[in-house]
């Protein structure tokens, strides 16, 4: 009986023994998270509560000191987050408390302390579209924005932008968000954040502001988001956004960009102001290839644009031979035919676009201006007007096969003393010629070749003491009568000798037969 009765005893003094066991159902969350967190996490946490309790203490000092260090250990975290702090989330179950006691506190710097606290709080905690990060940022410190870190200043720009839109269309006043958006745009454009600015300046429609804070370390990248992301913007917004980009450009001397998008607006004094602006002739010289690529040699060069008379005659010759690269030389028109209708054949084939002027040379028949039979097309590229020669070579037109060459650059003459004088007369002699080229200067030679056999046209050369004499007497006959410049002492001495000059030779002289068609009697 007795070892029964133990076994009784022993069982019954272990069912009335206390034993511990682990409630099944969930522990707190906050439970959980402190039970995990390392001890230097742990006594973060326990830190932040006791100041939030503090900034509800009566004494002024232990406020104030709660509140400094809040906003130290929040500046210290949020300098270069990536993900939320953890002041931040530690203080996230407090964000109630300290918005109620906000609203009890006198106006004071202190207060203005929480606001900021209470901003940077809300950029994780407060619901969308509250937008209570920029309403505490209105109400805290002013300056020193940038200490509270990227991540903050991103959510407040998407807040200000929200906020500009509803003060826009209720036509209220936007000054205090502008100067926010100041400070926001100076951080960015300091820490290498370019698109940022700019993206939150087109938010608010205030691009011109960007101009005061680019320099010359930022000014190229911030221009190629401005004009990539100015193309996809509405009507008017594009031609801001570009616009900002071209002073920005022609400001810091990127004259060559700045072009580029002036030729993108198609604003042609802007296309002069950069030409005004470049004091380097080498790039100007550039330009022009610029202006060919884009198709837009639609102006002439003056004074203004180019001072240098020397300069400007160089630049003007390199037009010339951009323009004759990317045209052709169309022979065999129909007397009938007009510019339009010349244009219309050539447009079945291609876009009009790619057709930039067409021109038909005209000739003086008893007074009256008639085609010549012979014109020239420009093209917007050389490789269109190759292709364009290749598939229209021989087509008809008003019952004539049009015959298409590419017109050759170009070559400027050089200046000489010898005037080269063309369809003289048989009977002339050297005194006629005398006669009409003495009273423009010193005349030093008269000579007039033999024309060959078979032939009764006549040439003959007229060469003058000075370059000068020469060049003002080509000026005073050369629009009535068949007068240009010599090539060169060489060149001159085989035409002397053969008494014939060649279809090669009158391209390069660049002789016009109809506006200088007088003959030498």
């Known amino acids: 009986m007795a070892p029964g009765k133990k076994r009784s005893g022993a069982g019954t003094s272990r069912e009335e023994a206390p034993v511990k066991v682990r409630a099944k159902g969930p522990r707190k969350k906050e439970e959980m998270e402190d039970e995990d967190m390392s001890e230097e996490d742990l006594a973060l946490k326990q830190q932040l509560e006791l100041y939030v309790e503090r900034v509800h203490h009566p004494d002024f000092g232990l406020r104030k000191a709660a509140l400094k260090s809040m906003r130290r250990e929040i500046r210290a975290s949020t300098s270069s987050m990536t993900s939320v702090p953890k002041p931040l989330k ?31 709080l809300a950029s994780t905690t407060s619901a969308e579209g509250e937008r209570e990060s920029l309403k505490y940022r209105l109400l805290g410190s002013e300056g020193g924005i940038g200490s509270w870190g990227h991540e903050y200043l991103r959510n407040l720009a998407g807040e200000i932008a929200q906020e500009y839109k509803k003060r826009q269309s209720e036509e209220a006043p936007i000054n205090d968000l502008m100067e926010l958006v100041r400070q926001i745009v100076a951080f960015h454009m300091k820490h290498h954040a370019e698109p940022e600015a700019v993206d939150l300046l087109m938010e608010v429609k205030h691009l011109d502001m960007l101009r ?8 190229k990248k911030t221009c190629v988001y401005l004009t990539s992301a100015a193309r996809n913007l509405p009507g008017p917004d594009v031609t801001l956004g ?6 920005i450009y022609l400001n810091f001397g990127d004259y060559a960009n700045a072009l580029e998008i002036a030729l993108s607006l198609d604003d042609k004094q802007y296309v002069k102001q950069v030409f005004m602006s470049c004091r380097n ?6 330009f022009f290839y610029i202006l060919a690529r884009h198709g837009s040699i639609t102006f002439e060069l ?34 009938e035919t007009s510019e339009e209708d010349l244009r219309s054949h050539f447009v079945k084939f291609m876009e009009a676009r790619n057709i930039l002027n067409v021109s038909i040379e005209t000739c003086n028949a008893m007074g009256t201006q008639v085609s010549a039979g012979q014109g020239q097309i420009e093209f917007d590229s050389g490789r269109t007007a190759t292709h364009v020669r290749q598939i229209l070579n021989r087509t008809i037109l008003d019952g004539r096969g049009l015959t298409l060459q590419l017109c050759r650059p170009v070559e400027p003459v050089p200046s000489s003393t010898t005037l080269f004088v063309g369809n003289i007369a048989p009977s002339a002699t050297e005194e006629d010629i005398r006669k009409i080229f003495c009273p423009l200067g010193k005349v030093k030679s008269v000579t007039l070749p033999l024309p060959p056999l078979g032939t009764k ?23 009535h009568l068949s007068v240009w410049m010599a090539f060169g002492k060489r060149k001159t001495e085989t035409i002397e000798e053969s008494g014939e000059v060649n279809e090669e030779d009158e391209d390069r002289l660049n002789f016009n037969r109809m506006a ?3 003959r030498i009697v």
């Not at 906000?102 to 202190?110: G, P, R, V």
């Not at 002739?281 to 550039?286: G, H, I, Y």
């Not at 400007?312 to 010759?317: F, I, N, S, V």
């Not at 037009?319 to 129909?334: E, G, M, T």
């Open 90 to 120: 530690f203080l996230r179950p407090h964000y109630g408390t300290l918005k109620a006691y906000y609203e009890t506190m006198k106006d004071s710097y202190l207060k203005r302390y929480l606001a900021d606290i209470l901003s940077v």
């Open 242 to 247: 570009l616009d900002t980009a071209y002073k």
């Open 281 to 286: 002739f080498a790039r100007k010289k550039r």
């Open 302 to 335: 003056d004074k203004e644009m180019v001072p240098d008379d020397d300069e400007r005659k160089a630049l003007e010759e390199l037009v010339d031979n951009i323009k004759a690269a990317r045209s052709l030389s169309v022979k065999n028109i129909n007397f």
């Open 516 to 518: 200088a068609g007088g």
């Open 457 to 479: 046209r006549r040439i003959g050369f007229v060469e003058y003491s000075a370059e000068q004499e020469a060049e003002s007497a080509l000026q005073r006959l050369g629009g």
């Open 212 to 219: 005061e804070h680019v320099d010359s370390t930022n000014f």
